[in-house]
């Protein structure tokens, strides 16, 4: 009997069919002799929409609310029932045995299997593959090591529950909103108090007023000791500092205290997926969904990293024998720094690392034992990549060592603090590339009193930019690190939420939302609530239907709530300029492709671009990038420097880049012709004579 194996993606299902030794290719599954390893393209099934289950849902209304069904059941997704289809079909097949769950080894991968196997329904025994790389290796250890589905049961559930909570809160909040105020406003259970973080400290920042105070320094060989005061903004006015000067000129500047304190910092320990998004996107501008999709394609595609989705920075006990392996994987990025390891033994020095009991559901992000291809790494790659890499050669580093000196030097009742630094150990923090000079300091020594006065300004409060955003996430307990990217981009595409340069700021649309809705919902208290009780469910310790009761009631609240609120709602997005179709409104509308003006008639589809679109095509005068636009005569180019216009062709493409075979080939031809071009009669005359 065969196994139908069920992997999440295409891209993986090829990973096991070829350490699997399936070779028989078709275009749902790839077959051999004892397995069948078939796909899914994410998820194939989704819950039930209000219209599927009640007739009375189907409009949008504000008595039909709220919408708490007695069971939510699943459908197909129309754009992959094919594939759907397809597993129906190898499942029902008499030579398969047993089913194997290789989706993605997590909450949400857990929940595309299973729905399939629940749509298909497949009653034969079911096996899950749990792995954390996509290696040859992985794999094969992974089938050695198959678990029954139902050790996962737990994990299920949660994903259900999950999946039901969001559709409960989500829908009917969403519903209730757009209905009071005739406007395409979504809330949810996740999305609002994360957006609540945000317009918070864009608050702060609007009540912030800058102050300006003066500050004294004592100075002494370039170094600087401040004065100590109960409030570092005590001094306001210039004078009053001056005239105090003039008082601590008169007596000795005495050191009264030194001391020193020795510091040791341990190496960080692996990444997870929130801190390598924030760290990127600090370092980079890599929003975190691009920063994922980097990770992901490193895992997946090239197999040089573990798994990406995951919430811990430990690893098992049991991965002490592979970090040898890995060290030699990573000797061409990263020469120097392996090789030393590895000459002195190639042992972990950060060995709180390994604690089996702090790893979830995967450990900690690090590179895998397969060498990296780098010719095959675009730069995204490499950059993302070498984040990865250097944080593992951490853990095999010495510790950072320094001495921090203080010295307090105390003049009548005025004492003020210099601080110097001194690296004892480099460790894993490496060469330091400026060494600043030592002081030498006695107690009872006499210092020249010499003094600067600094003006300076306080500080606004700094916008919320990805990377904090993710950390406060994380915080409060906001979706998954597999969630949290998702989430920020769906803010920014229903048009609540904007990327402005290096920050996100809230749209006035968002500011009204998080003023319609209802205010338990705007705080991350519930939702985290809501998180732990899912962790709960996963553990075993509450049950899926106990937590829907609650989040039914919560629900119920919520929609009462926007029903009796009676805040108004102005539309932002509204424009003055009318839809030439039916005469209504236009509004402003933000997509992939750029912003565009689109008919707020309910039934018209009319919509046009609100700034033109910029093309790849260059200015043959200014060589800058010329927009396309377009007139009764159909879309033409235009230099917005030089008002040079250029038509399009009739296909309205751009003409085909030549490929290096093609190119070659012509280069050949002009050859040949050149050649020809060159030979004199005589010779041409010879040739032909041969011939014959």
């Known amino acids: ?85 397809a597993i129906s079909f190898l499942a029902n097949r008499k030579d398969v045995g047993e089913a194997v769950i290789a989706t993605d080894a ?78 395409n406003l979504s809330a949810g259970r996740v999305q609002t108090p994360t957006l609540a973080i945000v317009r918070e400290q864009e608050e702060k920042i609007e009540r912030f007023r800058p102050e300006k105070y003066y500050t004294l320094d004592l100075m002494y060989q370039g170094l600087k000791g401040r004065m100590q005061t109960k409030n570092p903004r005590e001094y306001k006015e210039r004078q009053i500092l001056e005239e105090k000067v003039l008082q601590l000129q008169k007596q000795k500047a005495v050191v009264s205290d030194v001391t020193e304190k020795e510091k040791k910092e341990s190496a960080p320990l692996p990444y997870d997926l929130t801190e390598i998004q924030r760290e990127a996107n600090q370092r980079f501008q890599y929003s975190a969904k ?7 394609k490193l895992y997946e595609q090239h197999k040089i990293v573990t798994y990406p989705r995951t919430d811990s920075k430990y690893l098992t006990s049991d991965m002490k024998q592979t970090m040898k392996e890995r060290l030699h994987a990573v000797v061409s990025i990263e020469p120097e720094r392996a090789k030393n390891i590895l000459k002195n033994g190639g042992k972990v020095i950060q060995t709180r690392v390994f604690q089996d009991k702090k790893v979830t559901d995967h450990h900690g992000l690090i590179p895998t034992e397969q060498s990296p291809r780098l010719e095959k790494l675009d730069n995204d790659e490499l950059k993302i990549y070498r984040m990865i890499v250097a944080r593992f050669l951490m853990l095999f580093e010495l510790p950072h060592v320094s001495k921090t000196q203080t010295v307090v030097v105390t003049i009548g009742n005025a004492a003020f603090h210099f601080k110097q630094s001194l690296v004892l150990e480099a460790g894993w923090r490496g060469a330091v590339e400026k060494i600043d000079r030592q002081r030498s300091f006695k107690v009872g020594q006499v210092l020249p009193t010499e003094f600067n006065i600094n003006e300076e300004m306080t500080s606004p409060p700094k916008p919320v930019s990805e990377a904090t955003l993710l950390g406060q996430m994380e915080k409060f307990g906001l979706g998954t690190p597999a969630t949290r990217a998702e989430m920020i981009e769906k803010l920014l595409q229903s048009n609540v939420m904007d990327r402005q340069q290096t920050h996100l700021m809230v749209t006035p649309k968002g500011k009204q939302l998080l003023k319609l809705v209802n205010p338990s919902l705007v705080t991350p208290e519930l939702t985290s609530k809501w998180e ?62 750029g912003k565009f003006y689109v008919c707020s008639g309910a039934s018209c589809r009319y919509r046009r671009r609100k700034d033109p679109k910029v093309s790849n095509k260059r200015c043959p005068q200014c060589k800058k990038k010329m927009e396309i636009l377009e007139n009764k005569n159909g879309a033409y180019f235009k230099c917005k420097n030089c008002n040079l216009t250029e038509k399009l062709d009739r296909q309205g493409k751009k003409s085909k880049k030549m490929n290096k075979h093609e190119e070659k080939k012509l280069m050949k031809k002009y050859q040949k012709e050149t050649d020809e071009a060159m030979e004199s009669p005589l010779a041409l005359a010879l040739k032909e004579a041969m011939k014959k």
Not at 5 to 20: F, G, H, M, Q, T
Not at 66 to 80: V, Y
Not at 113 to 139: D, G, H, M, N
Request: glycine share 4%; proline share 4%.
């Open 532 to 593: 732990k009780s899912l962790e709960k469910i996963a553990d075993g310790h509450l049950t899926q239907q106990a937590f829907i009761k609650e989040i039914e009631v919560e629900t119920k609240k919520l929609v009462l709530e926007i029903k009796q609120n009676d805040t108004k709602y102005v539309d932002h997005t509204l424009t003055q300029k009318v839809c030439p179709e039916c005469g209504e409104l236009l509004r402003e509308k933000n997509t992939r492709d």
């Open 1 to 85: 009997m065969k196994q139908l194996i069920i992997a999440e993606k295409p891209s993986v299902a090829r990973d096991l069919a070829k350490v699997l030794g399936a070779t028989q290719v078709s275009k749902t599954h790839i077959e051999g002799k004892n397995v069948i390893v078939t796909w899914a393209l994410g998820h194939l099934l989704t819950l039930k929409m209000p219209e599927d289950i009640n007739k009375d849902w189907a409009e949008w209304q504000e008595s039909t609310l709220p919408m708490i069904p007695k069971h939510l059941g699943i459908k197909p997704l129309p754009k992959t029932r094919h594939q759907l289809k």
């Open 106 to 183: 997590g909450r949400e991968g857990e929940l595309v299997a299973r729905w399939i196997l629940e749509y298909v329904k497949f009653k034969k025994p079911v096996k899950r593959l749990w792995i954390s790389s996509q290696t040859e290796k992985a794999i094969k250890q992974g089938f050695k090591q198959l678990e029954p589905s139902k050790a996962y049961d737990n994990l299920y559930e949660s994903a259900l529950a999950r999946a039901k909570a969001d559709w409960l809160v989500g829908l009917n909040v969403s519903r209730a909103l757009t209905v009071k105020y005739q406007d």
């Open 290 to 296: 691009k920063t994922l999709s980097i990770i992901q």
